[in-house]
């Protein structure tokens, strides 16, 4: 599944499964009342890209990835995720069967972190790495 381009509110892709890839390389994503990604309960079969650019105002994260399985990397490298309200990435009950990736730039405001992984289970390294 790939969500390139721009779009002006939260796409869902709530307990999807996605079969392969999710794709947000290069994507704009912006909602000014909510999530800017909801990916609650999402499945793939291979790597998630979320290098794209996600703002959100939402209490749960601007992207949520709340208990979804990732069947490869979780590669955040190049994306940006911005959020007034709350965590900037959210995603407890997290599973991969690979590394995640934090190499991109989160702003998150509040009590529950920039990056929230509460009961996440990564089958590789996790990278904090701004750099990278």
């Not at 890839?21 to 999530?35: E, I, K, W």
């Not at 790597?47 to 939402?58: R, S």
């Amino acid at each position: 599944m790939s969500l390139p381009g721009t779009v002006s509110s939260a796409p869902s892709v709530c307990w999807v499964p996605c079969g392969g890839q999710l794709d947000c390389r290069g994507g704009t994503f912006l909602n000014t009342d909510g999530p800017a990604l909801a990916a609650d309960g999402l499945t793939t079969t291979s790597i998630a890209y979320l290098g794209g650019d996600f703002t959100g105002h939402a209490e749960l994260g601007a992207v949520r990835l709340l208990d979804a399985s990732i069947g490869g990397e979780l590669d955040c490298r190049g994306g940006t995720f911005t959020n007034a309200k709350g965590p900037a990435l959210y995603a407890d009950g997290l599973t991969t069967t690979s590394s995640v990736d934090l190499g991109g730039d989160f702003t998150g405001h509040g009590e529950l972190g920039a990056v929230r992984l509460l009961g996440a289970s990564i089958g590789g390294d996790l990278v904090i790495d701004p750099s990278s």
